[in-house]
Every structure is written in C-alpha cells, then in structure tokens.
C-alpha cells in the first residue's frame, strides 16, 4: 500500500479569506501544518479546519505567517497526523507540539505505520494567488479587522449574529466566495454614527442590507433591507424608503435574528425578496468599502454556510 499526502502552502498575510483560498480543496478536514515567524511549526489534525484556525489566530495572531494543509479522509487523521510529525521532525522542523515534547520522542509507530508497510510520499505545492483575488488591503486594515472580529465574538449573542449573516448570505448568493470582498463585504463592529450599536453589517456595493444590532439590554436585532412586495407588507413589519440616489424602493424590516433565519429558510417569498435586493446591488459593480472588509468574520461565515450545506448533502 503507498499513500502520498500533498500539502498545499497557504499565506496568511495577503488579507484574503482563508475560506477564499481555500475553495478548491477537496475538504476541510485534514492535516495542517502552521509555521511561525520565528520558524517554528506546529502539526495538527481538524475535521473542520477553518474553525480550527480560527482558534489558532486567536492564540497566535500574527505570529503565523503559512499554513500547509493536505486534505484527509476522517479515519486517516489519527494516523497521518503521527505520521506527518515524524517526516517534520526527520526534516529538522522546531515543533511546538506538545505531544511530541510530552510523549512522542518515546513513542514507537504501530507495525503497520512504518515507512517499509505503510510508505508516505509527502509533496509540499505552492500555491498560487490568481491576480484577481488580491485585493490590495494593507495592513493597518487587516489588524483593524482581526480586532474587531474579537470584539465580535466577544459579544454573548456572537453566535446567534454570526448564524443570521450566514445564513442571509447563503440564501441570497450561489457562490459567496468567489465574490467575497469584491461583491459583499462583511464588517464587525463598524463604527456608528447614529448612537446605535452596530455588531455586524452584510453591505452589496454602497448598500447595508443586512445589519446586526445590540439592543443594550442583552438581546440583538437585525435589520433587512429587502424589494418590497404586497405579500410581504402583511407578513412583516417593516418601513419602505425610496432611495432617491438609486431610484429604488427598498422595505427595511427589523427582526429577532432566530426570525430571520426561519423567514429565510422557510418563506420563499422572504428569500425571492431578499435575493432581489442583492442581484439589484450587486449587479452595480465592487463594493465601495471593501477597504473595511473583515476576513475573518468572512472565513467565520463561509465556514457556516459550507457546514449547513455538508450537513444537506449527508441527509440526502
């Protein structure tokens, strides 16, 4: 039996979507290999691996700057992490790993692992970033947004406002991560001028069509901006505004956010209203903040929406 594990190396300094990057990957579980700015690395195994590293940026931030990862079957993950530990540590590599430092320098892989039973071929690609995936963000702007999003996620109700974004954005966009930060642009904690408490906002080209609010007293809102229809108005609540500038009328509705998320996968007229206002606005071009964009609120909801939609097909 012959097995080859090819990773493929992913910078983390570009101030794209690691979901983006990532978007031709078999899975994302798999085997990963973080490297820091003062060489180290560090080996780990993930069902789910953006998740994951969303642990590891918190922790580490901007101390690692590549990531390899090889996708793997789940049953393998056991193995090939052990495995892949052994080839870093013939390679030379400083590992953070505590297992190794702990337990593995004593430790001797089962007869069935070793490279004369079980050969590994390990292959490292570099990977290539298609011109028109950068997006120029300096890197002011990317500390700026990593900040936020932990303020975000620092909020108690973060989960709740994550889900609702995620969701509003599946449901309205066939591939949300080819036009991520070009199309939409998601932002955390934005700024406010209006004295009320912003936690997140889904924003097509100049338009905010969906807004995540605190209430300030412990519960969250949100606020969909959606084509208005006669349906509609005796269902939900909402104001309609003429968009003088745009020659638009839009029906902005407020919603709890588990409203929200039930409209939207429930009502499809919620959904053919929603997925209107997003062709109208997304049809006009780039969005014109996509400066403020914040990748990892952005890895935050692709990860979501790719996790629902594995959840469909297992069902299926």
Known sequence: ?????????????????????????????????????????????????????????????????????APVIRPGLDQFEILTIHWRQREGADLLNILLKNTLADYRLPDHWMPQQYPITFRLLPHQIPDQKLRGQDASADLQGLKNYVRLI????????????????????????????????????????????????????NMH???????????IYATANIVPSPVLSTRYKGEDQWHEADHVMLREVRLQPRLLIQALKEDP????????????????????????????????????????????????
């Open 209 to 219: 069509l969906l807004t995540l609010f605190d209430s300030g007293r412990g519960e």
């Open 1 to 69: 039996m012959h097995e080859e594990l090819t990773f493929r190396r992913f910078p983390v300094t570009t101030g794209i979507s690691l979901a983006y990057l990532l978007e031709d990957t078999d899975s994302y579980h798999g085997i990963y290999i973080l490297h820091f700015a003062d060489g180290k690395e560090y080996v780990g195994q993930a069902v789910d691996f953006l998740s994951r590293y969303r642990v590891h940026s918190r922790r580490y931030g901007s101390r690692i700057t590549a990531i390899d990862f």
């Open 154 to 205: 620092e909020h108690p109700r973060s989960t709740e406002a994550i889900e609702a974004l995620a969701v509003f954005l599946g449901s309205t966009i066939r591939d949300p991560a080819k036009t991520e930060g070009s199309n939409w642009v998601v932002t955390a904690v934005p700024r406010s001028d209006d004295g009320r408490r912003r936690l997140a906002c889904l924003t097509f080209q």
């Open 269 to 316: 007229c919620f959904v053919t209203a929603a997925r209107n206002a997003v062709s109208l606005w997304a049809s006009r071009g780039a969005s014109v903040i996509n400066r403020q964009h914040c990748w990892p609120l952005a890895d935050a909801l692709l990860a979501h929406i790719y996790r629902s939609a594995e959840k469909v097909d297992r069902r299926v």
